[in-house]
């Protein structure tokens, strides 16, 4: 069942999911464009693991639909998993094996193998600049390495939709920046489609084509850095856009909502 | 098939190398067996508590002491699990086209070769005390294939627990929990028929008893099987295939 619409990477319609009692996303809808790098934004808890391992298949949705490169996650799951690369929100390449060692495996669980296999393994730790290393167990990796690591390790099949949830937290200032170079190298060498999570305002303006802020599982807004901006105001930069429609938007409408509340309560009194 | 063998084969490579570069673990393993070879086995040998025919207890436990010790290991494999899960690699390998059974069947080979290293440690303690272990080939293979699907089972029993504890605090409860009535529900270390009726129906459905069979009847000198090889393999494969099926629907959630 593939997708009508090529230039649609991902949609999701009315995409839920509840955990017993919380509701971690609520009705999502939103679609992100064939080559775009796309920031998912929120405070914690705002549902952005939630969506990523939904549209990874590592998660069922309650209720809704998504559709990832042209497939349906609940329906074609392998299908998907074979046109996307996922880094997880931890470090989790595995620290008692060496660099081509985590390479090799996901390769081949990928179904690279033979001459196609070798030469991978080998693009892949070209681009993460980890040659040197190759053959040092991950656990004497500094964070910064892991990471370009598990980003060449999620690509090694070259998907055609990449998730990365938050890449970059607990990077230093330079590691940030060579994951950065990183992902915009996929995109244009590749035409990748990228979506990531991240509370990096500064990540989301210099990589983002388009962000999504979510608050409390639901979309808060949509659209491109710049037109978020010059939504807020004149002199706003994402922080405030952040501020504005996250925290800042939903305190006002807990404010407004106790206002009509104790009017309520002051009729029925009266 | 070979896709599903070639996926399979890429977890078991992978977990092999992780036990080669760290034996520690395998070695402290050891140290049980021994205890109980060494203490329980020769003071009940001297005090004939235990009705072992014309056996001695001594030789009459080994096999039993060898199984209690792949049962020991391999229960605590879902930790390992559970460590993986904590640090994303389950979701990893989960976000791969790979086949589910192909992932938790190549951790389970590797838990059976690496119950093979410690059948021969097993080996050599019982070497070192004497015990009278038959040598030809025949019997060694089926005490290698009774060890490696032993190993298998109870390790893939493990990932099954793992999976639906998915913390490391409950699963250390519930394994101490669980193995030592499964060891004590056996024939590991005295013969069914001293065991109380109700005790008997639960060691007849315990997957242990029939690994302890087949390997008293291949091991020692004088030793035999009760229920016959082809009776012992075919449940214990039986067990095998339904925890493998059972792993495969549980790992996935893992990820959740
Ligand atoms: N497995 C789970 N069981 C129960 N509740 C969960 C589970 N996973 C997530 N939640 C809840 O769902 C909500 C959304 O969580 P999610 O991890 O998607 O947030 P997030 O936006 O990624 O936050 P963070 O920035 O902290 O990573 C939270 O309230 C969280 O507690
Ligand atoms: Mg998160």
């Known amino acids: 069942m593939a997708a009508t619409n090529n230039t649609i990477a991902i949609a999701t319609v009315d995409l839920s999911k509840r955990f017993n009692h919380v509701t971690a996303l609520d009705r999502l809808t939103l679609s992100v464009a064939r080559g775009q790098i796309?920031?998912?934004?929120?405070?914690?808890?705002?549902?952005?693991?939630?969506?990523?391992?939904?549209?990874?298949?590592?998660?069922?949705?309650?209720?809704?639909?998504?559709?990832?490169?042209?497939?349906?996650?609940?329906?074609?799951?392998?299908?998907?998993?074979?046109?996307?690369?996922?880094?997880?929100?931890?470090?989790?390449?595995?620290?008692?094996?060496?660099?081509?060692?985590?390479?090799?495996?996901?390769?081949?669980?990928?179904?690279?193998h033979g001459a196609r296999l070798t030469t991978r393994v080998r693009e892949a730790l070209a681009f993460a600049g980890l040659e040197t290393v190759a053959h040092k167990l991950v656990r004497?990796?500094?964070?910064?390495?892991?990471?370009?690591?598990?980003?060449?390790?999620?690509?090694?099949?070259?998907?055609?939709?990449?998730?990365?949830?938050?890449?970059?937290?607990?990077?230093?200032?330079?590691?940030?920046?060579?994951?950065?170079?990183?992902?915009?190298?996929?995109?244009?060498?590749?035409?990748?489609?990228?979506?990531?999570?991240?509370?990096?305002?500064e990540e989301a303006d210099v990589l983002c084509d388009e962000l999504a802020i979510l608050h409390q599982g639901r979309l808060a807004v949509i659209g491109q850095p710049e037109a978020l901006k010059a939504q807020v105001g004149p002199e706003a930069d994402l922080a405030d856009v952040f501020a504005?429609?996250?925290?800042?938007?939903?305190?006002?409408?807990?404010?407004?909502?106790?206002?009509?509340?104790?009017?309520?309560?002051?009729?029925r009194l009266g | 098939m070979l896709?599903?063998?070639?996926?399979?084969?890429?977890?078991?490579?992978?977990?092999?190398?992780?036990?080669?570069?760290?034996?520690?673990?395998?070695?402290?393993r050891a140290v049980q067996p021994v205890l109980w070879l060494a203490v329980f086995g020769q003071v009940f040998s001297h005090v004939r508590g235990i009705p072992t025919g014309s056996l001695r207890y001594l030789d009459y436990m080994a096999p039993g002491i060898l199984a209690q010790s792949i049962l020991f290991s391999?229960?605590?494999?879902?930790?390992?699990?559970?460590?993986?899960?904590?640090?994303?690699?389950?979701?990893?390998?989960?976000?791969?086209?790979?086949?589910?059974?192909?992932?938790?069947?190549?951790?389970?080979?590797?838990?059976?070769?690496?119950?093979?290293?410690?059948?021969?440690?097993?080996?050599l303690v019982a070497i070192a005390l004497h015990v009278a272990i038959r040598w030809e080939p025949l019997p060694m293979i089926t005490v290698a294939a009774g060890v490696f699907v032993g190993s298998c089972i109870f390790s893939t029993f493990s990932l099954v627990i793992a999976c639906i504890v998915k913390t490391r605090e409950r699963f250390m409860g519930i394994g101490q929990l669980l193995t030592m009535p499964l060891f004590f529900a056996s024939n590991a270390i005295y013969p069914l028929d001293i065991m109380p009726d109700w005790l008997r129906g639960i060691a007849a459905f315990n997957p242990l008893?029939?690994?302890?069979?087949?390997?008293?009847?291949?091991?020692?000198?004088?030793?035999?099987?009760?229920?016959?090889?082809?009776?012992?393999?075919?449940?214990?494969?039986?067990v095998f295939l339904l925890l493998l099926a059972l792993a495969a629907r549980l790992y996935p959630g893992l990820a959740r």
């Open chain 1, 38 to 112: 796309f920031g998912l934004l929120g405070p914690n808890g705002a549902g952005k693991s939630t969506t990523i391992k939904i549209l990874t298949t590592l998660l069922e949705a309650s209720s809704g639909r998504a559709t990832v490169a042209g497939f349906d996650v609940a329906a074609d799951p392998i299908e998907v998993r074979r046109r996307i690369g996922y880094v997880p929100q931890l470090l989790s390449a595995d620290g008692a094996l060496t660099a081509t060692e985590n390479l090799t495996l996901s390769a081949r669980l990928y179904g690279l």
């Open chain 1, 140 to 201: 004497t990796f500094s964070g910064g390495m892991i990471r370009r690591l598990e980003v060449a390790q999620a690509t090694l099949h070259t998907p055609e939709i990449l998730f990365l949830d938050e890449p970059t937290i607990g990077l230093d200032p330079v590691a940030r920046r060579t994951v950065w170079e990183r992902l915009q190298q996929l995109r244009h060498s590749q035409g990748m489609t990228i979506l990531i999570t991240t509370h990096d305002m």
């Open chain 1, 244 to 267: 504005h429609f996250s925290g800042a938007v939903i305190e006002q409408e807990g404010y407004y909502r106790g206002i009509r509340q104790s009017r309520g309560t002051i009729q």
């Open chain 2, 3 to 28: 896709d599903w063998l070639y996926e399979s084969a890429a977890v078991t490579d992978t977990e092999v190398r992780k036990l080669a570069r760290d034996p520690t673990e395998l070695l402290s």
């Open chain 2, 74 to 123: 391999a229960i605590f494999y879902g930790i390992a699990i559970i460590w993986e899960r904590d640090l994303g690699i389950v979701h990893k390998l989960l976000v791969t086209p790979a086949r589910r059974s192909a992932l938790v069947f190549g951790k389970a080979v590797a838990a059976g070769l690496r119950g093979l290293v410690q059948a021969a440690v097993v080996y």
């Open chain 2, 209 to 238: 008893t029939y690994l302890v069979d087949a390997l008293r009847g291949a091991m020692i000198v004088g030793g035999h099987s009760v229920y016959g090889d082809a009776t012992s393999f075919g449940i214990m494969l039986l």
